[in-house]
T-cell receptor
Framework: GAVVSQHPSRVICKSGTSVKIECRSL??????MFWYRQFPKQSLMLMAT?????????EQGVEKDKFLINHASLTLSTLTVTSAHPEDSSFYIC????????????FGEGSWLTVV | AQRVTQPEKLLSVFKGAPVELKCNYS??????LFWYVQYSRQRLQLLLR??SRESIKGFTADLNKGETSFHLKKPFAQEEDSAMYYC?????????FGGGTRVLVKP
């Protein structure tokens, strides 16, 4: 099946710095990618929908200036957490949809972010 | 707004026993429902979708629009079914997830 890879799988950063998480579709082109956030023992919360070549669509309550999303190619989307704070510590998951396949969505393995 | 509810956070059953994971949704449009599974240390993966009406790994789920439910069932649970299960509602390109149910199948 299709593979979505996230990097890094774990990252620790200092408060006030920025950190970038990459999401790649390894063997298919993804016109649409999604970024989720998951707190411990809680469900996945959709943060934003990222379309190649256009601005991301953010869900209500998600600060777009804090969570910068770039989808520069059909195989790569990045999430940059700017001026990170400890409350941004979470598990971030991306997923990618194969174009024209309805809702066939493949998930990355997730990235643990710890802000100290 | 769409919403997905999984009332049970944890289901513990013995091997060979039936297991049913409940899922209820609220959505004013025509729903597309999914079950995703996450095994230990693995990524989330699609288990089944209601439009396929198929059985995967012995699991089935029937969409009941009258009760707005999409419960997941398996008549005889196996130890390898121990995992986290998420019900999801698809609207357009988006997926809205329920809170998840952890299934523990004891030997």
């Amino acid at each position: 099946g299709a593979v979505v890879s996230q990097h890094p799988s774990r990252v620790i950063c200092k408060s006030g710095t920025s950190v970038k998480i990459e999401c790649r579709s390894l063997d298919f082109q993804a016109t649409t990618m999604f970024w989720y956030r998951q707190f411990p023992k809680q469900s996945l919360m959709l943060m934003a929908t990222s379309n190649e070549g256009s601005k991301a669509t953010y869900e209500q309550g998600v600060e777009k200036d804090k969570f910068l999303i770039n989808h520069a190619s059909l195989t790569l989307s990045t999430l940059t957490v700017t001026s990170a704070h400890p409350e941004d510590s979470s598990f971030y998951i991306c997923s990618a949809m194969i174009g024209g396949s309805g809702n066939t969505i493949y998930f990355g393995e997730g990235s643990w972010l710890t802000v100290v | 707004a769409q919403r997905v509810t999984q009332p049970e956070k944890l289901l513990s059953v013995f091997k060979g026993a039936p297991v049913e994971l409940k899922c209820n949704y609220s959505y004013s449009g025509s729903p597309e429902l999914f079950w995703y599974v996450q095994y230990s240390r693995q990524r989330l993966q699609l288990l089944l979708r209601h439009i396929s009406r198929e059985s995967i790994k012995g699991f089935t789920a029937d969409l009941n629009k009258g009760e707005t439910s999409f419960h997941l069932k398996k008549p005889f649970a196996q130890e390898e079914d121990s995992a986290m299960y998420y019900c999801a509602l698809g609207t357009g390109n988006k997926l809205t997830f329920g809170g998840g149910t952890r299934v523990l199948v004891k030997p």
